[in-house]
């Protein structure tokens, strides 16, 4: 259970309402603050490769209420949380700053195409403890070092304040509202579930457990001040409000994981720790452009929303940084065709510009949800044979909810069924691009309650289609009580079959087939690539 | 929307064309308002104070709905009464049924109504005779004076128990909030709240404080005027960080896995429509009502800085409210889906015909074997916190629903507040539900 505490604050209120700029004068302010949290372990173990994590997590939240009149409402909001991955202790062999690899890809594919063969190395895990030079290279990007894997949360950016933000509302003359939030916070945009097309705002860590965590506890919280005038219902509107979000934090970009993680989005990270075998070895990366803080590199979106009747809807533009890493090829001075001696490619993320909106409808008739979500981006690249590739990108996502009763199943709750269809088209394609120019993920979920929703079973399936690449990830969780709460779990993934041509392959060995390195892996997609981690998962949870 | 139109298009011109409808009779005011003005109920040996257990149920058995009878019978819980009270309602209530409720009419289909404006619709005693008696009864609950034009329910602690250990399986401590944008009597701006372009009755607002795994879960239901408009209902996730919407199927769904749907709120928080309702007869009968100042309280669950504590539970698997009841007048009324797709089979309505709450209901599943008992006890409000007294409003107190063929039941033990500030417009929005959330 929460724990409550009353106290007063002044230094505090005062500055808080300087910061808002209410003219709050009171000397002192009473505040209630109430805490909760958990303590988990997360166990899994992976076959034919044995614990592949082991962590142990301590969460702490609380919301402190400030008692007074000038606002409608004053609360601080934050949320703690310590992080320890014992697999890098228990499990040395296969992951953390002692372990190898035979070739680059190992871990999803066979050595049975020349790329990984012969032109590419392995990658080096954790190179900051193993290579100064790819340590060097990819400074501030992906090279962490092992303590950093073990303890995520324990770092430079102070990752173990999860959130910290203070919210205001003010009711203005005509009643309408605004809020105010200032701090370290995730803003969440969209209807998606698993993919993202909307909620693109807050970067992620992927390395925590690829895309299978809830996306509140990967999402990387961001510096950032919103402001939202709730105008509420009109003649026309029942509801509507306007947002402006300023993410003035430093740009960071998603974390797909470091080269000897347990848990690396499409091996890029191995991929960034490789070098290019020619003479002594180029480096894969030279150089990691993250930009700088500068007013113009900080991000800013605008969001009206609105009901309807029956619908619900929301227009969203917003101007950010790409969060995936774009390579930049980096040509010879002296050699046309060959990469400079000091590393093939820079990476970049480039400035893009989206527009888009979602709307979800009640389907009286079929007594269902319809969800409908899309962003039309700007400035965008993506991966091509030789390096990138700029085009307009448009992504969708058609979804369907509905609650059914099946009482032939036992129970005489509900069953959740929620499927959607995550599509993307690239407005420019080329042929020498690894994705195809139209894509499509399905997903679905079938959600199960018995015992008072206690026990409850779930299956979730995922296909790439382009990848030929399927998850299915059936689980069970049971709650005894408020505080305990146990799950066990399967993660099954096929796929990561698919190769791509690689020019280097052609050029330097004469070979134009299809290739698993280094491109087939945006093909391949974050099911594929992972094709080789089965999973059995065991979480067990003590809330407070 | 529009066949609503038509309907009131049509009523209005029936009216027009014709002689203005006759001025509701003070007497039929008189009755249904006041029905105790003249001297309370009696059945022979009953008395207040007494206790009816398991050695004197059959005595009593005409006095009892049959899932009372059965707990007593069982030796699963023992009654005390009390002495029968008069919950008047707000004045400006039975004022607004003088006022509007002459011309109100059922309309040619099922959950038709003419317009109205605010008060009891049929103030009239039902007839057997009326095939449509169940009908307006429904109505009077729907636009009942429940808990006036707003009130909050903070804190509410709802508990899972199994009914055979007595083991507290999750206790879920929650808010409520409740707001009538029309039909409002006695909280300013009344009769309606404007602008309201979808023409919202009501909106319930729930917001879940604890255990961690539901905290910052909320749900939004909002009521049509239109009766043949299926509720729109929202759900935030705390930790998806939106709002879903919900379709009806998870109204008829254990809300959060308790014993409790959605459905089931109040005593029935569906559409008219939904259902085909049965007028059963007028009845006499033991009903939850009771002054909460003079209970034995629970003294754990909760404290606060006011002294207030909730009311104590205890019988069989701590189920049943430590509370009195009183003999009071009682309109049976059976409500059966009409979706053939429903799990239950029909509920069987104990309305209190002064108050026209639903203290008592008993849920049949689809074999139509007794499933479910849903008790909701009434306090009065001259009796409870301060901030209630005069209110009118008679509070929902304590409930428990007890699911009798998987022996298991929630209850919920209630700290009502008919307070306007409590709930403000801008509380039953989507907006608020993500604003609310992290």
């Known amino acids: 259970m929460s724990k409550t505490i009353t106290t007063t604050f002044s230094h505090l209120a005062v500055g808080v309402a300087a910061a808002l700029g209410t003219g709050l004068a009171v000397p002192a302010l009473a505040a209630e603050t109430t805490w909760n949290g958990y303590v988990e372990n997360a166990t899994y173990f992976r076959d034919g490769v044995g614990l592949s994590k082991f962590r142990n997590t301590g969460q702490a939240q609380f919301e402190t209420v400030f008692q007074t009149d000038s606002l409608r409402s004053l609360k601080l909001n934050g949320t703690l949380r310590g992080t320890y991955d014992g697999v890098y202790d228990l499990n040395d062999g296969e992951f953390g700053k002692d372990s190898r690899h035979s070739y680059l890809g190992e871990n999803w594919h066979s050595n049975s195409t020349i790329s990984s063969q012969a032109l590419l190395s392995p990658g080096v895990s954790f190179p900051c403890e193993n290579d100064p030079t790819l340590c060097n290279n990819l400074d501030g990007y992906m090279d962490h070092k092992e303590r950093d894997a073990k303890f995520p949360d324990f770092n430079d950016q102070l990752d173990f304040i999860r959130e910290l933000y203070i919210s205001a509302d003010k009711e203005l003359s005509n009643g309408d509202l605004l809020n105010v939030r200032l701090g370290k916070q995730q803003v969440v945009w969209g209807k998606t579930d698993l993919f993202r097309v909307l909620d693109v705002i807050n970067p992620v860590d992927y390395s925590r457990h690829n895309i299978y965590d809830e996306l509140e506890d990967i999402r990387i919280p961001q510096w950032m001040l919103t402001a939202e005038w709730r105008m509420g219902p009109n003649e026309v509107l029942d509801d509507s409000n306007l947002s402006l979000v300023w993410n003035f934090d430093k740009f960071r970009p998603n974390n797909l994981g470091t080269c000897g993680q347990s848990y690396r989005m499409l091996d890029a990270g191995c991929f960034f720790s490789s070098y290019l075998n020619l003479g002594p070895g180029i480096p894969i990366i030279h150089d990691v452009e993250e930009p700088n803080w500068s007013l113009k590199n900080t991000q800013l979106g605008m969001k009206w929303e609105g009901v309807y009747g029956d619908t619900t809807f929301s227009l969203n533009a917003l101007t950010y940084r790409q969060q995936l890493p774009s390579l930049h090829f980096r040509p010879n001075p002296t050699v046309p065709g060959v990469p400079a001696f000091d590393g093939v490619f820079d990476i970049k993320f480039p400035r893009v510009n989206l527009v888009g909106g979602s709307i979800d409808y009640y389907s009286m008739n079929m007594d269902a949800i319809w969800r409908l979500e899309m962003a039309y981006t700007q400035g965008e690249e993506l991966p091509d044979d030789s390096g990138h590739h700029e085009t307009d990108m448009l992504r969708y996502v058609i979804g369907f909810d509905k609650n059914i009763i099946i009482p032939e199943l036992g129970t005489r709750s509900a069953f959740l069924f929620s499927t959607q269809l995550f599509g993307e088209h690239i407005l420019d394609h080329i042929g020498t691009m690894p994705n195809d120019e139209d894509n499509w993920i399905a997903t679905m979920l079938f959600k199960g309650f018995y015992k008072n929703n206690r026990l409850s079973p779930q299956i979730i399936i995922a296909h790439d289609f382009a990848a030929e690449a399927t998850a299915i990830a059936p689980s069970i969780s049971w709650t005894p009580d408020n505080h305990w709460m146990f799950n066990v779990g399967l993660n099954v993934k096929t796929g990561g079959k698919e190769t791509f041509p690689w020019g280097v392959a052609r050029d330097v060995m004469g070979d134009n087939s299809g290739q698993f390195e280094p491109t087939a892996r945006f093909l391949n997609g974050p099911i594929g690539v992972a094709n080789q981690e089965d999973e059995i998962q065991f979480t067990v949870r003590y809330s407070f | ?438």
């Open chain 2, 1 to 438: 929307m529009l066949k609503k139109t038509f309907l009131s298009v049509a009523i209005t011109m029936t009216v027009a064309v014709g002689a203005q409808a006759a001025a509701i009779p003070e007497e039929v005011i008189q009755a249904s308002f006041y029905p105790y003005k003249d001297g309370v109920p009696s059945v022979e040996g009953l008395t207040p104070g007494m206790t009816i257990n398991q050695s004197n149920v059959d005595r009593f058995k005409d006095a009892l709905d049959p899932g009372m009878y059965h707990f007593i019978k069982n030796g699963d819980t023992e009654m005390q009464v009390g002495e029968t009270t008069s919950f008047d309602l707000h004045p400006s209530y039975v004022e607004a049924t003088r006022k509007y409720s002459a011309d109100v009419q059922l309309g040619a289909g099922h959950g038709e109504l003419s317009p109205t404006i605010a008060g009891r619709p049929f103030p009239q005693e039902p007839s057997l005779d009326d095939p449509r008696a169940g009908e307006k009864l429904a109505w009077n609950y729907k636009y009942g004076y429940n808990w006036g034009d707003s009130a909050a329910i903070m804190p509410f602690y709802w508990t899972m128990r199994d009914m055979d250990s007595g083991k507290k399986e999750r206790t879920i401590k929650f808010n409520f909030h409740f707001l009538n944008f029309t039909h409002r009597t006695s909280q300013d701006p009344y009769p309606k709240i404007e602008p309201n372009p979808s023409e919202l009755f009501r909106g319930t607002y729930v917001q879940a404080l604890e255990p961690f795994d539901v905290k910052d879960t909320q749900l939004l239901i909002q009521r049509f005027e239109d009766d043949t408009k299926v509720d729109n209902a929202y759900l935030y996730l705390g930790f998806q960080r939106r709002v879903r919407r919900l379709s009806t199927g998870q109204t008829t769904d254990a809300f959060l896995g308790t014993d409790v749907m959605i459905e089931d709120f109040e005593g029935y928080n569906g559409r008219i429509s939904d259902m085909n309702w049965a007028y059963k007869g007028t009845r006499y009968m033991l009903m939850p009502f009771f002054s909460h100042n003079e209970l034995q309280l629970d003294n754990e669950t909760h404290q606060d800085s006011d002294g207030y504590q909730v009311v104590a539970f205890g019988g069989q698997g701590g189920c049943f409210p430590n509370i009195t009841w009183q003999l009071r007048k009682v309109y049976e009324v059976d409500s059966i889906p009409i979706d053939q797709n429903h799990p239950i089979s029909k509920r069987t309505h104990f309305m209190d015909a002064q108050t026209f709450t639903i203290p008592r209901t008993v849920v049949y599943d689809r074999k139509g074997d007794m499933w479910k008992n849903w008790v909701i006890g009434q306090a009065h409000p001259d009796h409870h916190l301060p901030i209630n007294k005069g209110t009118g409003v008679a509070i929902d107190d304590a409930f428990t629903m007890i699911d009798m063929q998987a022996k298991h039941c929630t209850t919920g033990q209630f700290k009502g507040i008919v307070d306007p500030a409590l709930s403000p417009v801008d509380k039953f929005s989507v907006q608020n539900m993500r604003a609310s959330g992290r």
